[in-house]
C-alpha cells in the first residue's frame, strides 16, 4: 500500500526550531518528488514547498513565507522527506501534510501533523 | 488571496449536479492542462479526485468529472450524495514561479 506517514508536531515556543518528518512505503520513494502543505485552523490549503527528486536535481522549492525559515530535505535511503522549520512564528500554527508531488498534482497524502506555535 | 479564485460556497440537493469553478490567468490554467482537485472531509487529509483537467484517479467516482474553459477550470459533481459535503481544492501548474503550483481558496460544498 502507498503512504506517507508524518511526525514530529506538537507545541513549541515562538522563536524555537522544529523537524516534521514524512516516511514513506509502498513505492520507490526515491523517484518522486515530495511536497508540504499547511492549513491553519479553519483555512485553506497552503503550499510549503516541495523537494524535486534526485534526477531533477534533488532540489527544494519554498514559498515566500517560508524562504528563509523552512528548509526541506530528504533521505532517499530511508524514504523520508523532512521539513526543518527555524524561527518559528504563531501564524505558522497549522496541521501540516506531506503529500507525493507528481506532475505537478499530489496523488498520495499522510494523515497530516499537528504544529502549534505558542508561548 | 489565493492565486486562483474559487467560490466560498456552493449547495445542492441529493440528486442533483453542481459545478464549481476555479478561476485563473493565462500562466496557469489558461495555457496548460495541469488543474488538479482535491477533496477534503472535515478533519481528513485532502484526496486528489481529479488530475490534468479532467482524468480520475483509479477508485474515484465517474460522478466527478473536470473540465477547463479558457483561464476557469471547473469540477462538476452529478447525482450529489450526503457524502459529497466536502471542502473542494483546485490547483494548477504555474509557469509564473519556481514553485511550480498555485493553489484555489477552497469551496465549501453543503448538500441539502
Known amino acids: 500500500e502507498v503512504q506517507l506517514v508524518e511526525s514530529g508536531g506538537g507545541l513549541v515556543q515562538p522563536g524555537r526550531s522544529l523537524t516534521l518528518s514524512c516516511t514513506a512505503s509502498?513505492?520507490?520513494?526515491?523517484?518522486?518528488?515530495l511536497s508540504w502543505v499547511r492549513q491553519a485552523p479553519g483555512k485553506g490549503l497552503e503550499w510549503v514547498g516541495f523537494i524535486r527528486s534526485k534526477i531533477n536535481g534533488g532540489t527544494p522549492e519554498n514559498a515566500a513565507s517560508v524562504k528563509g525559515r523552512f528548509i526541506i530535505s530528504r533521505d532517499d535511503s530511508n524514504s523520508i522527506a523532512y521539513l526543518h522549520m527555524n524561527s518559528l512564528k504563531t501564524e505558522d500554527t497549522a496541521m501540516y501534510y506531506c503529500?507525493?508531488?507528481?506532475?505537478?498534482?499530489?496523488?498520495?497524502w499522510g494523515k497530516g501533523t499537528t504544529v502549534t506555535v505558542s508561548s | 488571496q489565493s492565486a486562483l479564485t474559487q467560490p466560498a460556497s456552493v449547495s445542492g440537493s441529493p440528486g442533483q449536479s453542481i459545478t464549481i469553478s476555479c478561476t485563473g490567468t493565462?500562466?496557469?490554467?489558461?495555457?496548460?492542462?495541469?488543474v488538479s482537485w482535491y477533496q477534503q472531509h472535515p478533519g481528513k487529509a485532502p484526496t486528489l479526485i481529479i488530475y490534468?483537467?479532467?482524468n480520475r484517479p483509479s477508485g474515484v467516482s465517474n460522478r466527478f468529472s473536470g473540465s477547463k474553459s479558457g483561464n476557469t477550470a471547473s469540477l462538476t459533481i452529478s447525482g450529489l450524495q450526503a457524502e459529497d459535503e466536502a471542502d473542494y481544492y483546485c490547483?494548477?501548474?504555474?509557469?509564473?514561479?519556481?514553485?511550480?503550483?498555485?493553489f484555489g481558496g477552497g469551496t465549501k460544498l453543503t448538500v441539502l
Open positions: 503529500a507525493r508531488y507528481h506532475f505537478y498534482s499530489m496523488d498520495v
Open positions: 490534468d483537467v479532467s
Open positions: 493565462s500562466s496557469d490554467v489558461g495555457d496548460y492542462n495541469y
Open positions: 509502498g513505492f520507490t520513494f526515491g523517484d518522486y518528488a
Open positions: 490547483i494548477s501548474y504555474t509557469s509564473s514561479s519556481t514553485l511550480e503550483v498555485v
